[in-house]
């Protein structure tokens, strides 16, 4: 009876024990609970978040397009293949047979890189298109990893390439628009970041949009000013003529004088933007916006803007043109004097029909030193354009100060200063718009953020416009060349020859010229401006007249065509018409 007591007694103490023990337990489980769901509540919800997004968000930039919405540039999305040896569960030899053929790589290849079972990570393949990796994804190899990224690509191939630029995302580095705009081409939309499991299932709740889990964010759309149409044109008729003459370079600017558009720059040399990093720096750089040259007898039409602001010639003057003269001792004639001598007696007219030297150089030394300089800086001469393209050059124009009397007399014909082709081209652009210069531009702007981008300012009154204007169109239709007549339309234009000068020191090099025309139309509403530039053209017969003239021609009858131009002269410089 007293062993039966006993163990009662014993059972007790037991059960006490294991009693203890499950409480001890329940309170610690308890205490680690409370722990973490209420004093490291924030902490585990914010790692539990970071483990669930991604570390690196997957973002295309905003597309480019033209004025007419073709797109010029967009992001399209690639695949880098990487295998990891730790995890393979088929042998390096069958897998390189079932991979050979969708990565397009010999068998044998793909086997040596997957049989380097030593090391993490193994590069199978770059740059792997969309199709290609959901096929491999089909073959279930375990152990590799597709790693998406976006992928700058350019349709039009070579079109507007120095307008476009590109984007090298390794180096961080961007040209053209891809760098003016960038900040705006990345500018993603705000959203609540996606979550995703274990397995890169996306982790949907009430506040999840479809669509954003499902594609990438995508930054703003920059709208260009540019028209594809007229800028094909203008690099097919551009390589035509620098591929006939031979020569090393060459440049075509159609803008619209009124607002600054540009609606066609073609630059050549020209390069593939998809693969820019096969040509030289020297052919990827806008050399239009960057180097400067002396912009020969385009520049009379800003002389003579000058002295009929200025007061120093009205529109009726008449010049004593002597041929030939000397000034500080430095010999100048004009380029025809061995064929047509002293002209003598000359009219605005005639300066602008036979290029006179002698008489714009005449005119350049009646404006006060002060008052030719300051109106030359009106028209942008010395600083930039503020063109919305990066690398542009501001010019050289030295300070009144230092003009010698050769110094002025040569200005007056586009020598003793250099200048790019855009600013020439904005500089009579100014002219075409009666008088008021704005700033050329690529990029369309809402109005908000044109009032801060565009800048204008009045250089020559409207009245000094249209009389140079008009002898301008006089001038062209009284030339015997060909260059300007386009049909149905008045032009006022110039054309300009100027020799190159030497890299290495004084003087010009031998045989090497700038050849140019520059022109607007309709005279009547100028409603384009064209600025031709060709470097080192060769042949016996190499003038603006004969390189830049045809080119301007060929694209301005186009240009009409596409913008649908109203004509001023219907009828003239047609067959018909003529």
């Known amino acids: 009876m007293n062993l039966f007591k006993l163990r009662p007694k014993k059972y007790t103490f037991s059960v006490f024990v294991v009693r203890a023990l499950f409480l001890l337990f329940a309170g610690a489980i308890i205490i680690q609970l409370v722990k973490l769901q209420v004093f490291q509540h924030h ?33 399209k999305t690639l695949y880098d293949i990487y295998a990891h040896p730790s995890y393979f569960e088929n042998t390096p030899k069958k897998m390189a047979a079932k991979l050979a053929p969708l990565l ?12 380097k079972t030593d090391v993490s990570t193994i590069t199978l393949a770059k740059d792997i298109d969309r199709d290609t990796e959901l096929q491999i994804c089909k073959l279930k190899l375990k152990g590799l990893d597709p790693v998406k990224k976006s992928e700058r690509v350019y349709p039009q ?32 939309p705000k959203v609540k970041p996606i979550e995703y499991d274990g397995r890169g299932g996306v982790i949907y709740d009430t506040s999840t ?52 558009e540009i609606l066609g720059f073609a630059v050549l040399p020209t390069y593939n933007p998809n693969q820019y990093n096969k040509v030289s720096q020297q052919v990827v750089k806008n050399w239009v916006l960057s180097d400067v040259y002396p912009p020969g007898s385009t520049f009379k039409i800003l002389t003579i803007a000058c002295g009929l602001e200025s007061g ?9 043109d002597t041929g030939k003269i000397k000034i500080d001792g430095w010999p100048i004639q004009n380029y025809d004097y061995g064929k047509h001598g002293a002209p003598g007696i000359i009219d605005l007219k005639y300066l602008f029909v036979h290029s006179s030297n002698v008489a714009s150089l005449k005119v350049a030394l009646k404006i006060p030193k002060t008052t030719y300089y300051n109106l030359l800086k009106k028209f942008g001469m010395g600083h930039t354009t503020g063109i919305d393209l990066p690398g542009e050059s ?60 565009i800048k204008t300012r009045r250089v020559i009154s409207e009245i000094t416009a ?51 025309f520059v022109g607007y139309f309709p005279v009547k509403d100028p409603q384009v401006l064209m600025m ?27 240009v009409c065509r596409i913008l649908n131009l109203e004509p001023d002269a219907p009828g003239k410089y047609t067959k018909k018409g003529e």
Do not use: C
């Not at 902490?43 to 397009?65: C, T, Y």
């Not at 790589?105 to 997957?114: A, T």
């Open 157 to 188: 191939g070579n079109l507007a390439s120095h307008i476009l630029g590109y984007v090298n995302f390794d180096a961080n580095l961007f040209a053209g628009v891809e760098s003016t705009a960038k900040d705006k081409l990345q500018a993603t």
């Open 466 to 516: 249209q009389k140079l204007t008009h002898i301008l169109a006089q001038s062209i239709e009284a030339s015997d060349a060909k260059a300007g007549k386009i049909p149905n339309f008045n032009v006022a234009g110039k054309t300009g020859t100027s020799r190159k000068p030497n890299p290495n020191g004084p003087g010009y090099i031998p045989n090497s010229v700038f050849t140019s």
């Open 209 to 260: 949009d479809p669509a954003t889990a499902t594609q990438p964010l995508t930054g703003k759309k920059i709208t260009l000013t540019i028209d594809s149409e007229i800028q094909h044109i203008a690099e097919t008729e551009l390589a035509k003529m620098v591929t006939k003459s031979h020569a090393k370079r060459g440049t075509v600017i159609v803008m619209n004088p009124k607002n600054g």
């Open 312 to 320: 120093a010639i009205n529109e009726y003057e008449k010049i004593l």
């Open 43 to 75: 902490e585990l919800m914010d790692k539990a978040q970071r483990w669930r997004q991604p570390l690196h968000s997957f973002n295309f930039r905003g597309e480019i397009v033209d004025r007419k919405g073709i797109r010029l540039a967009a992001d």
């Open 532 to 558: 031709v530039v060709v470097d080192d053209p060769k042949g016996a017969e190499v003038w603006g007249s004969t390189i830049a003239g045809p080119i301007f021609n060929s694209i301005a009858t186009e």
């Open 104 to 115: 397009k790589v010999p068998e044998s290849v793909l086997l040596e890189k997957l049989a």
């Open 394 to 453: 501001r010019g050289i124009i030295p300070p009144p100060s230092e003009w010698s009397r050769s110094t002025q007399a040569t200005m007056g014909f586009g020598y003793s200063l250099a200048s790019t082709p855009i600013q020439v081209a904005a500089a009579v652009a100014a002219i075409a718009n009666g008088g008021i210069w704005t700033t050329p531009h690529v990029i369309k702007y809402t109005p908000e953020e044109a009032t801060k981008r």
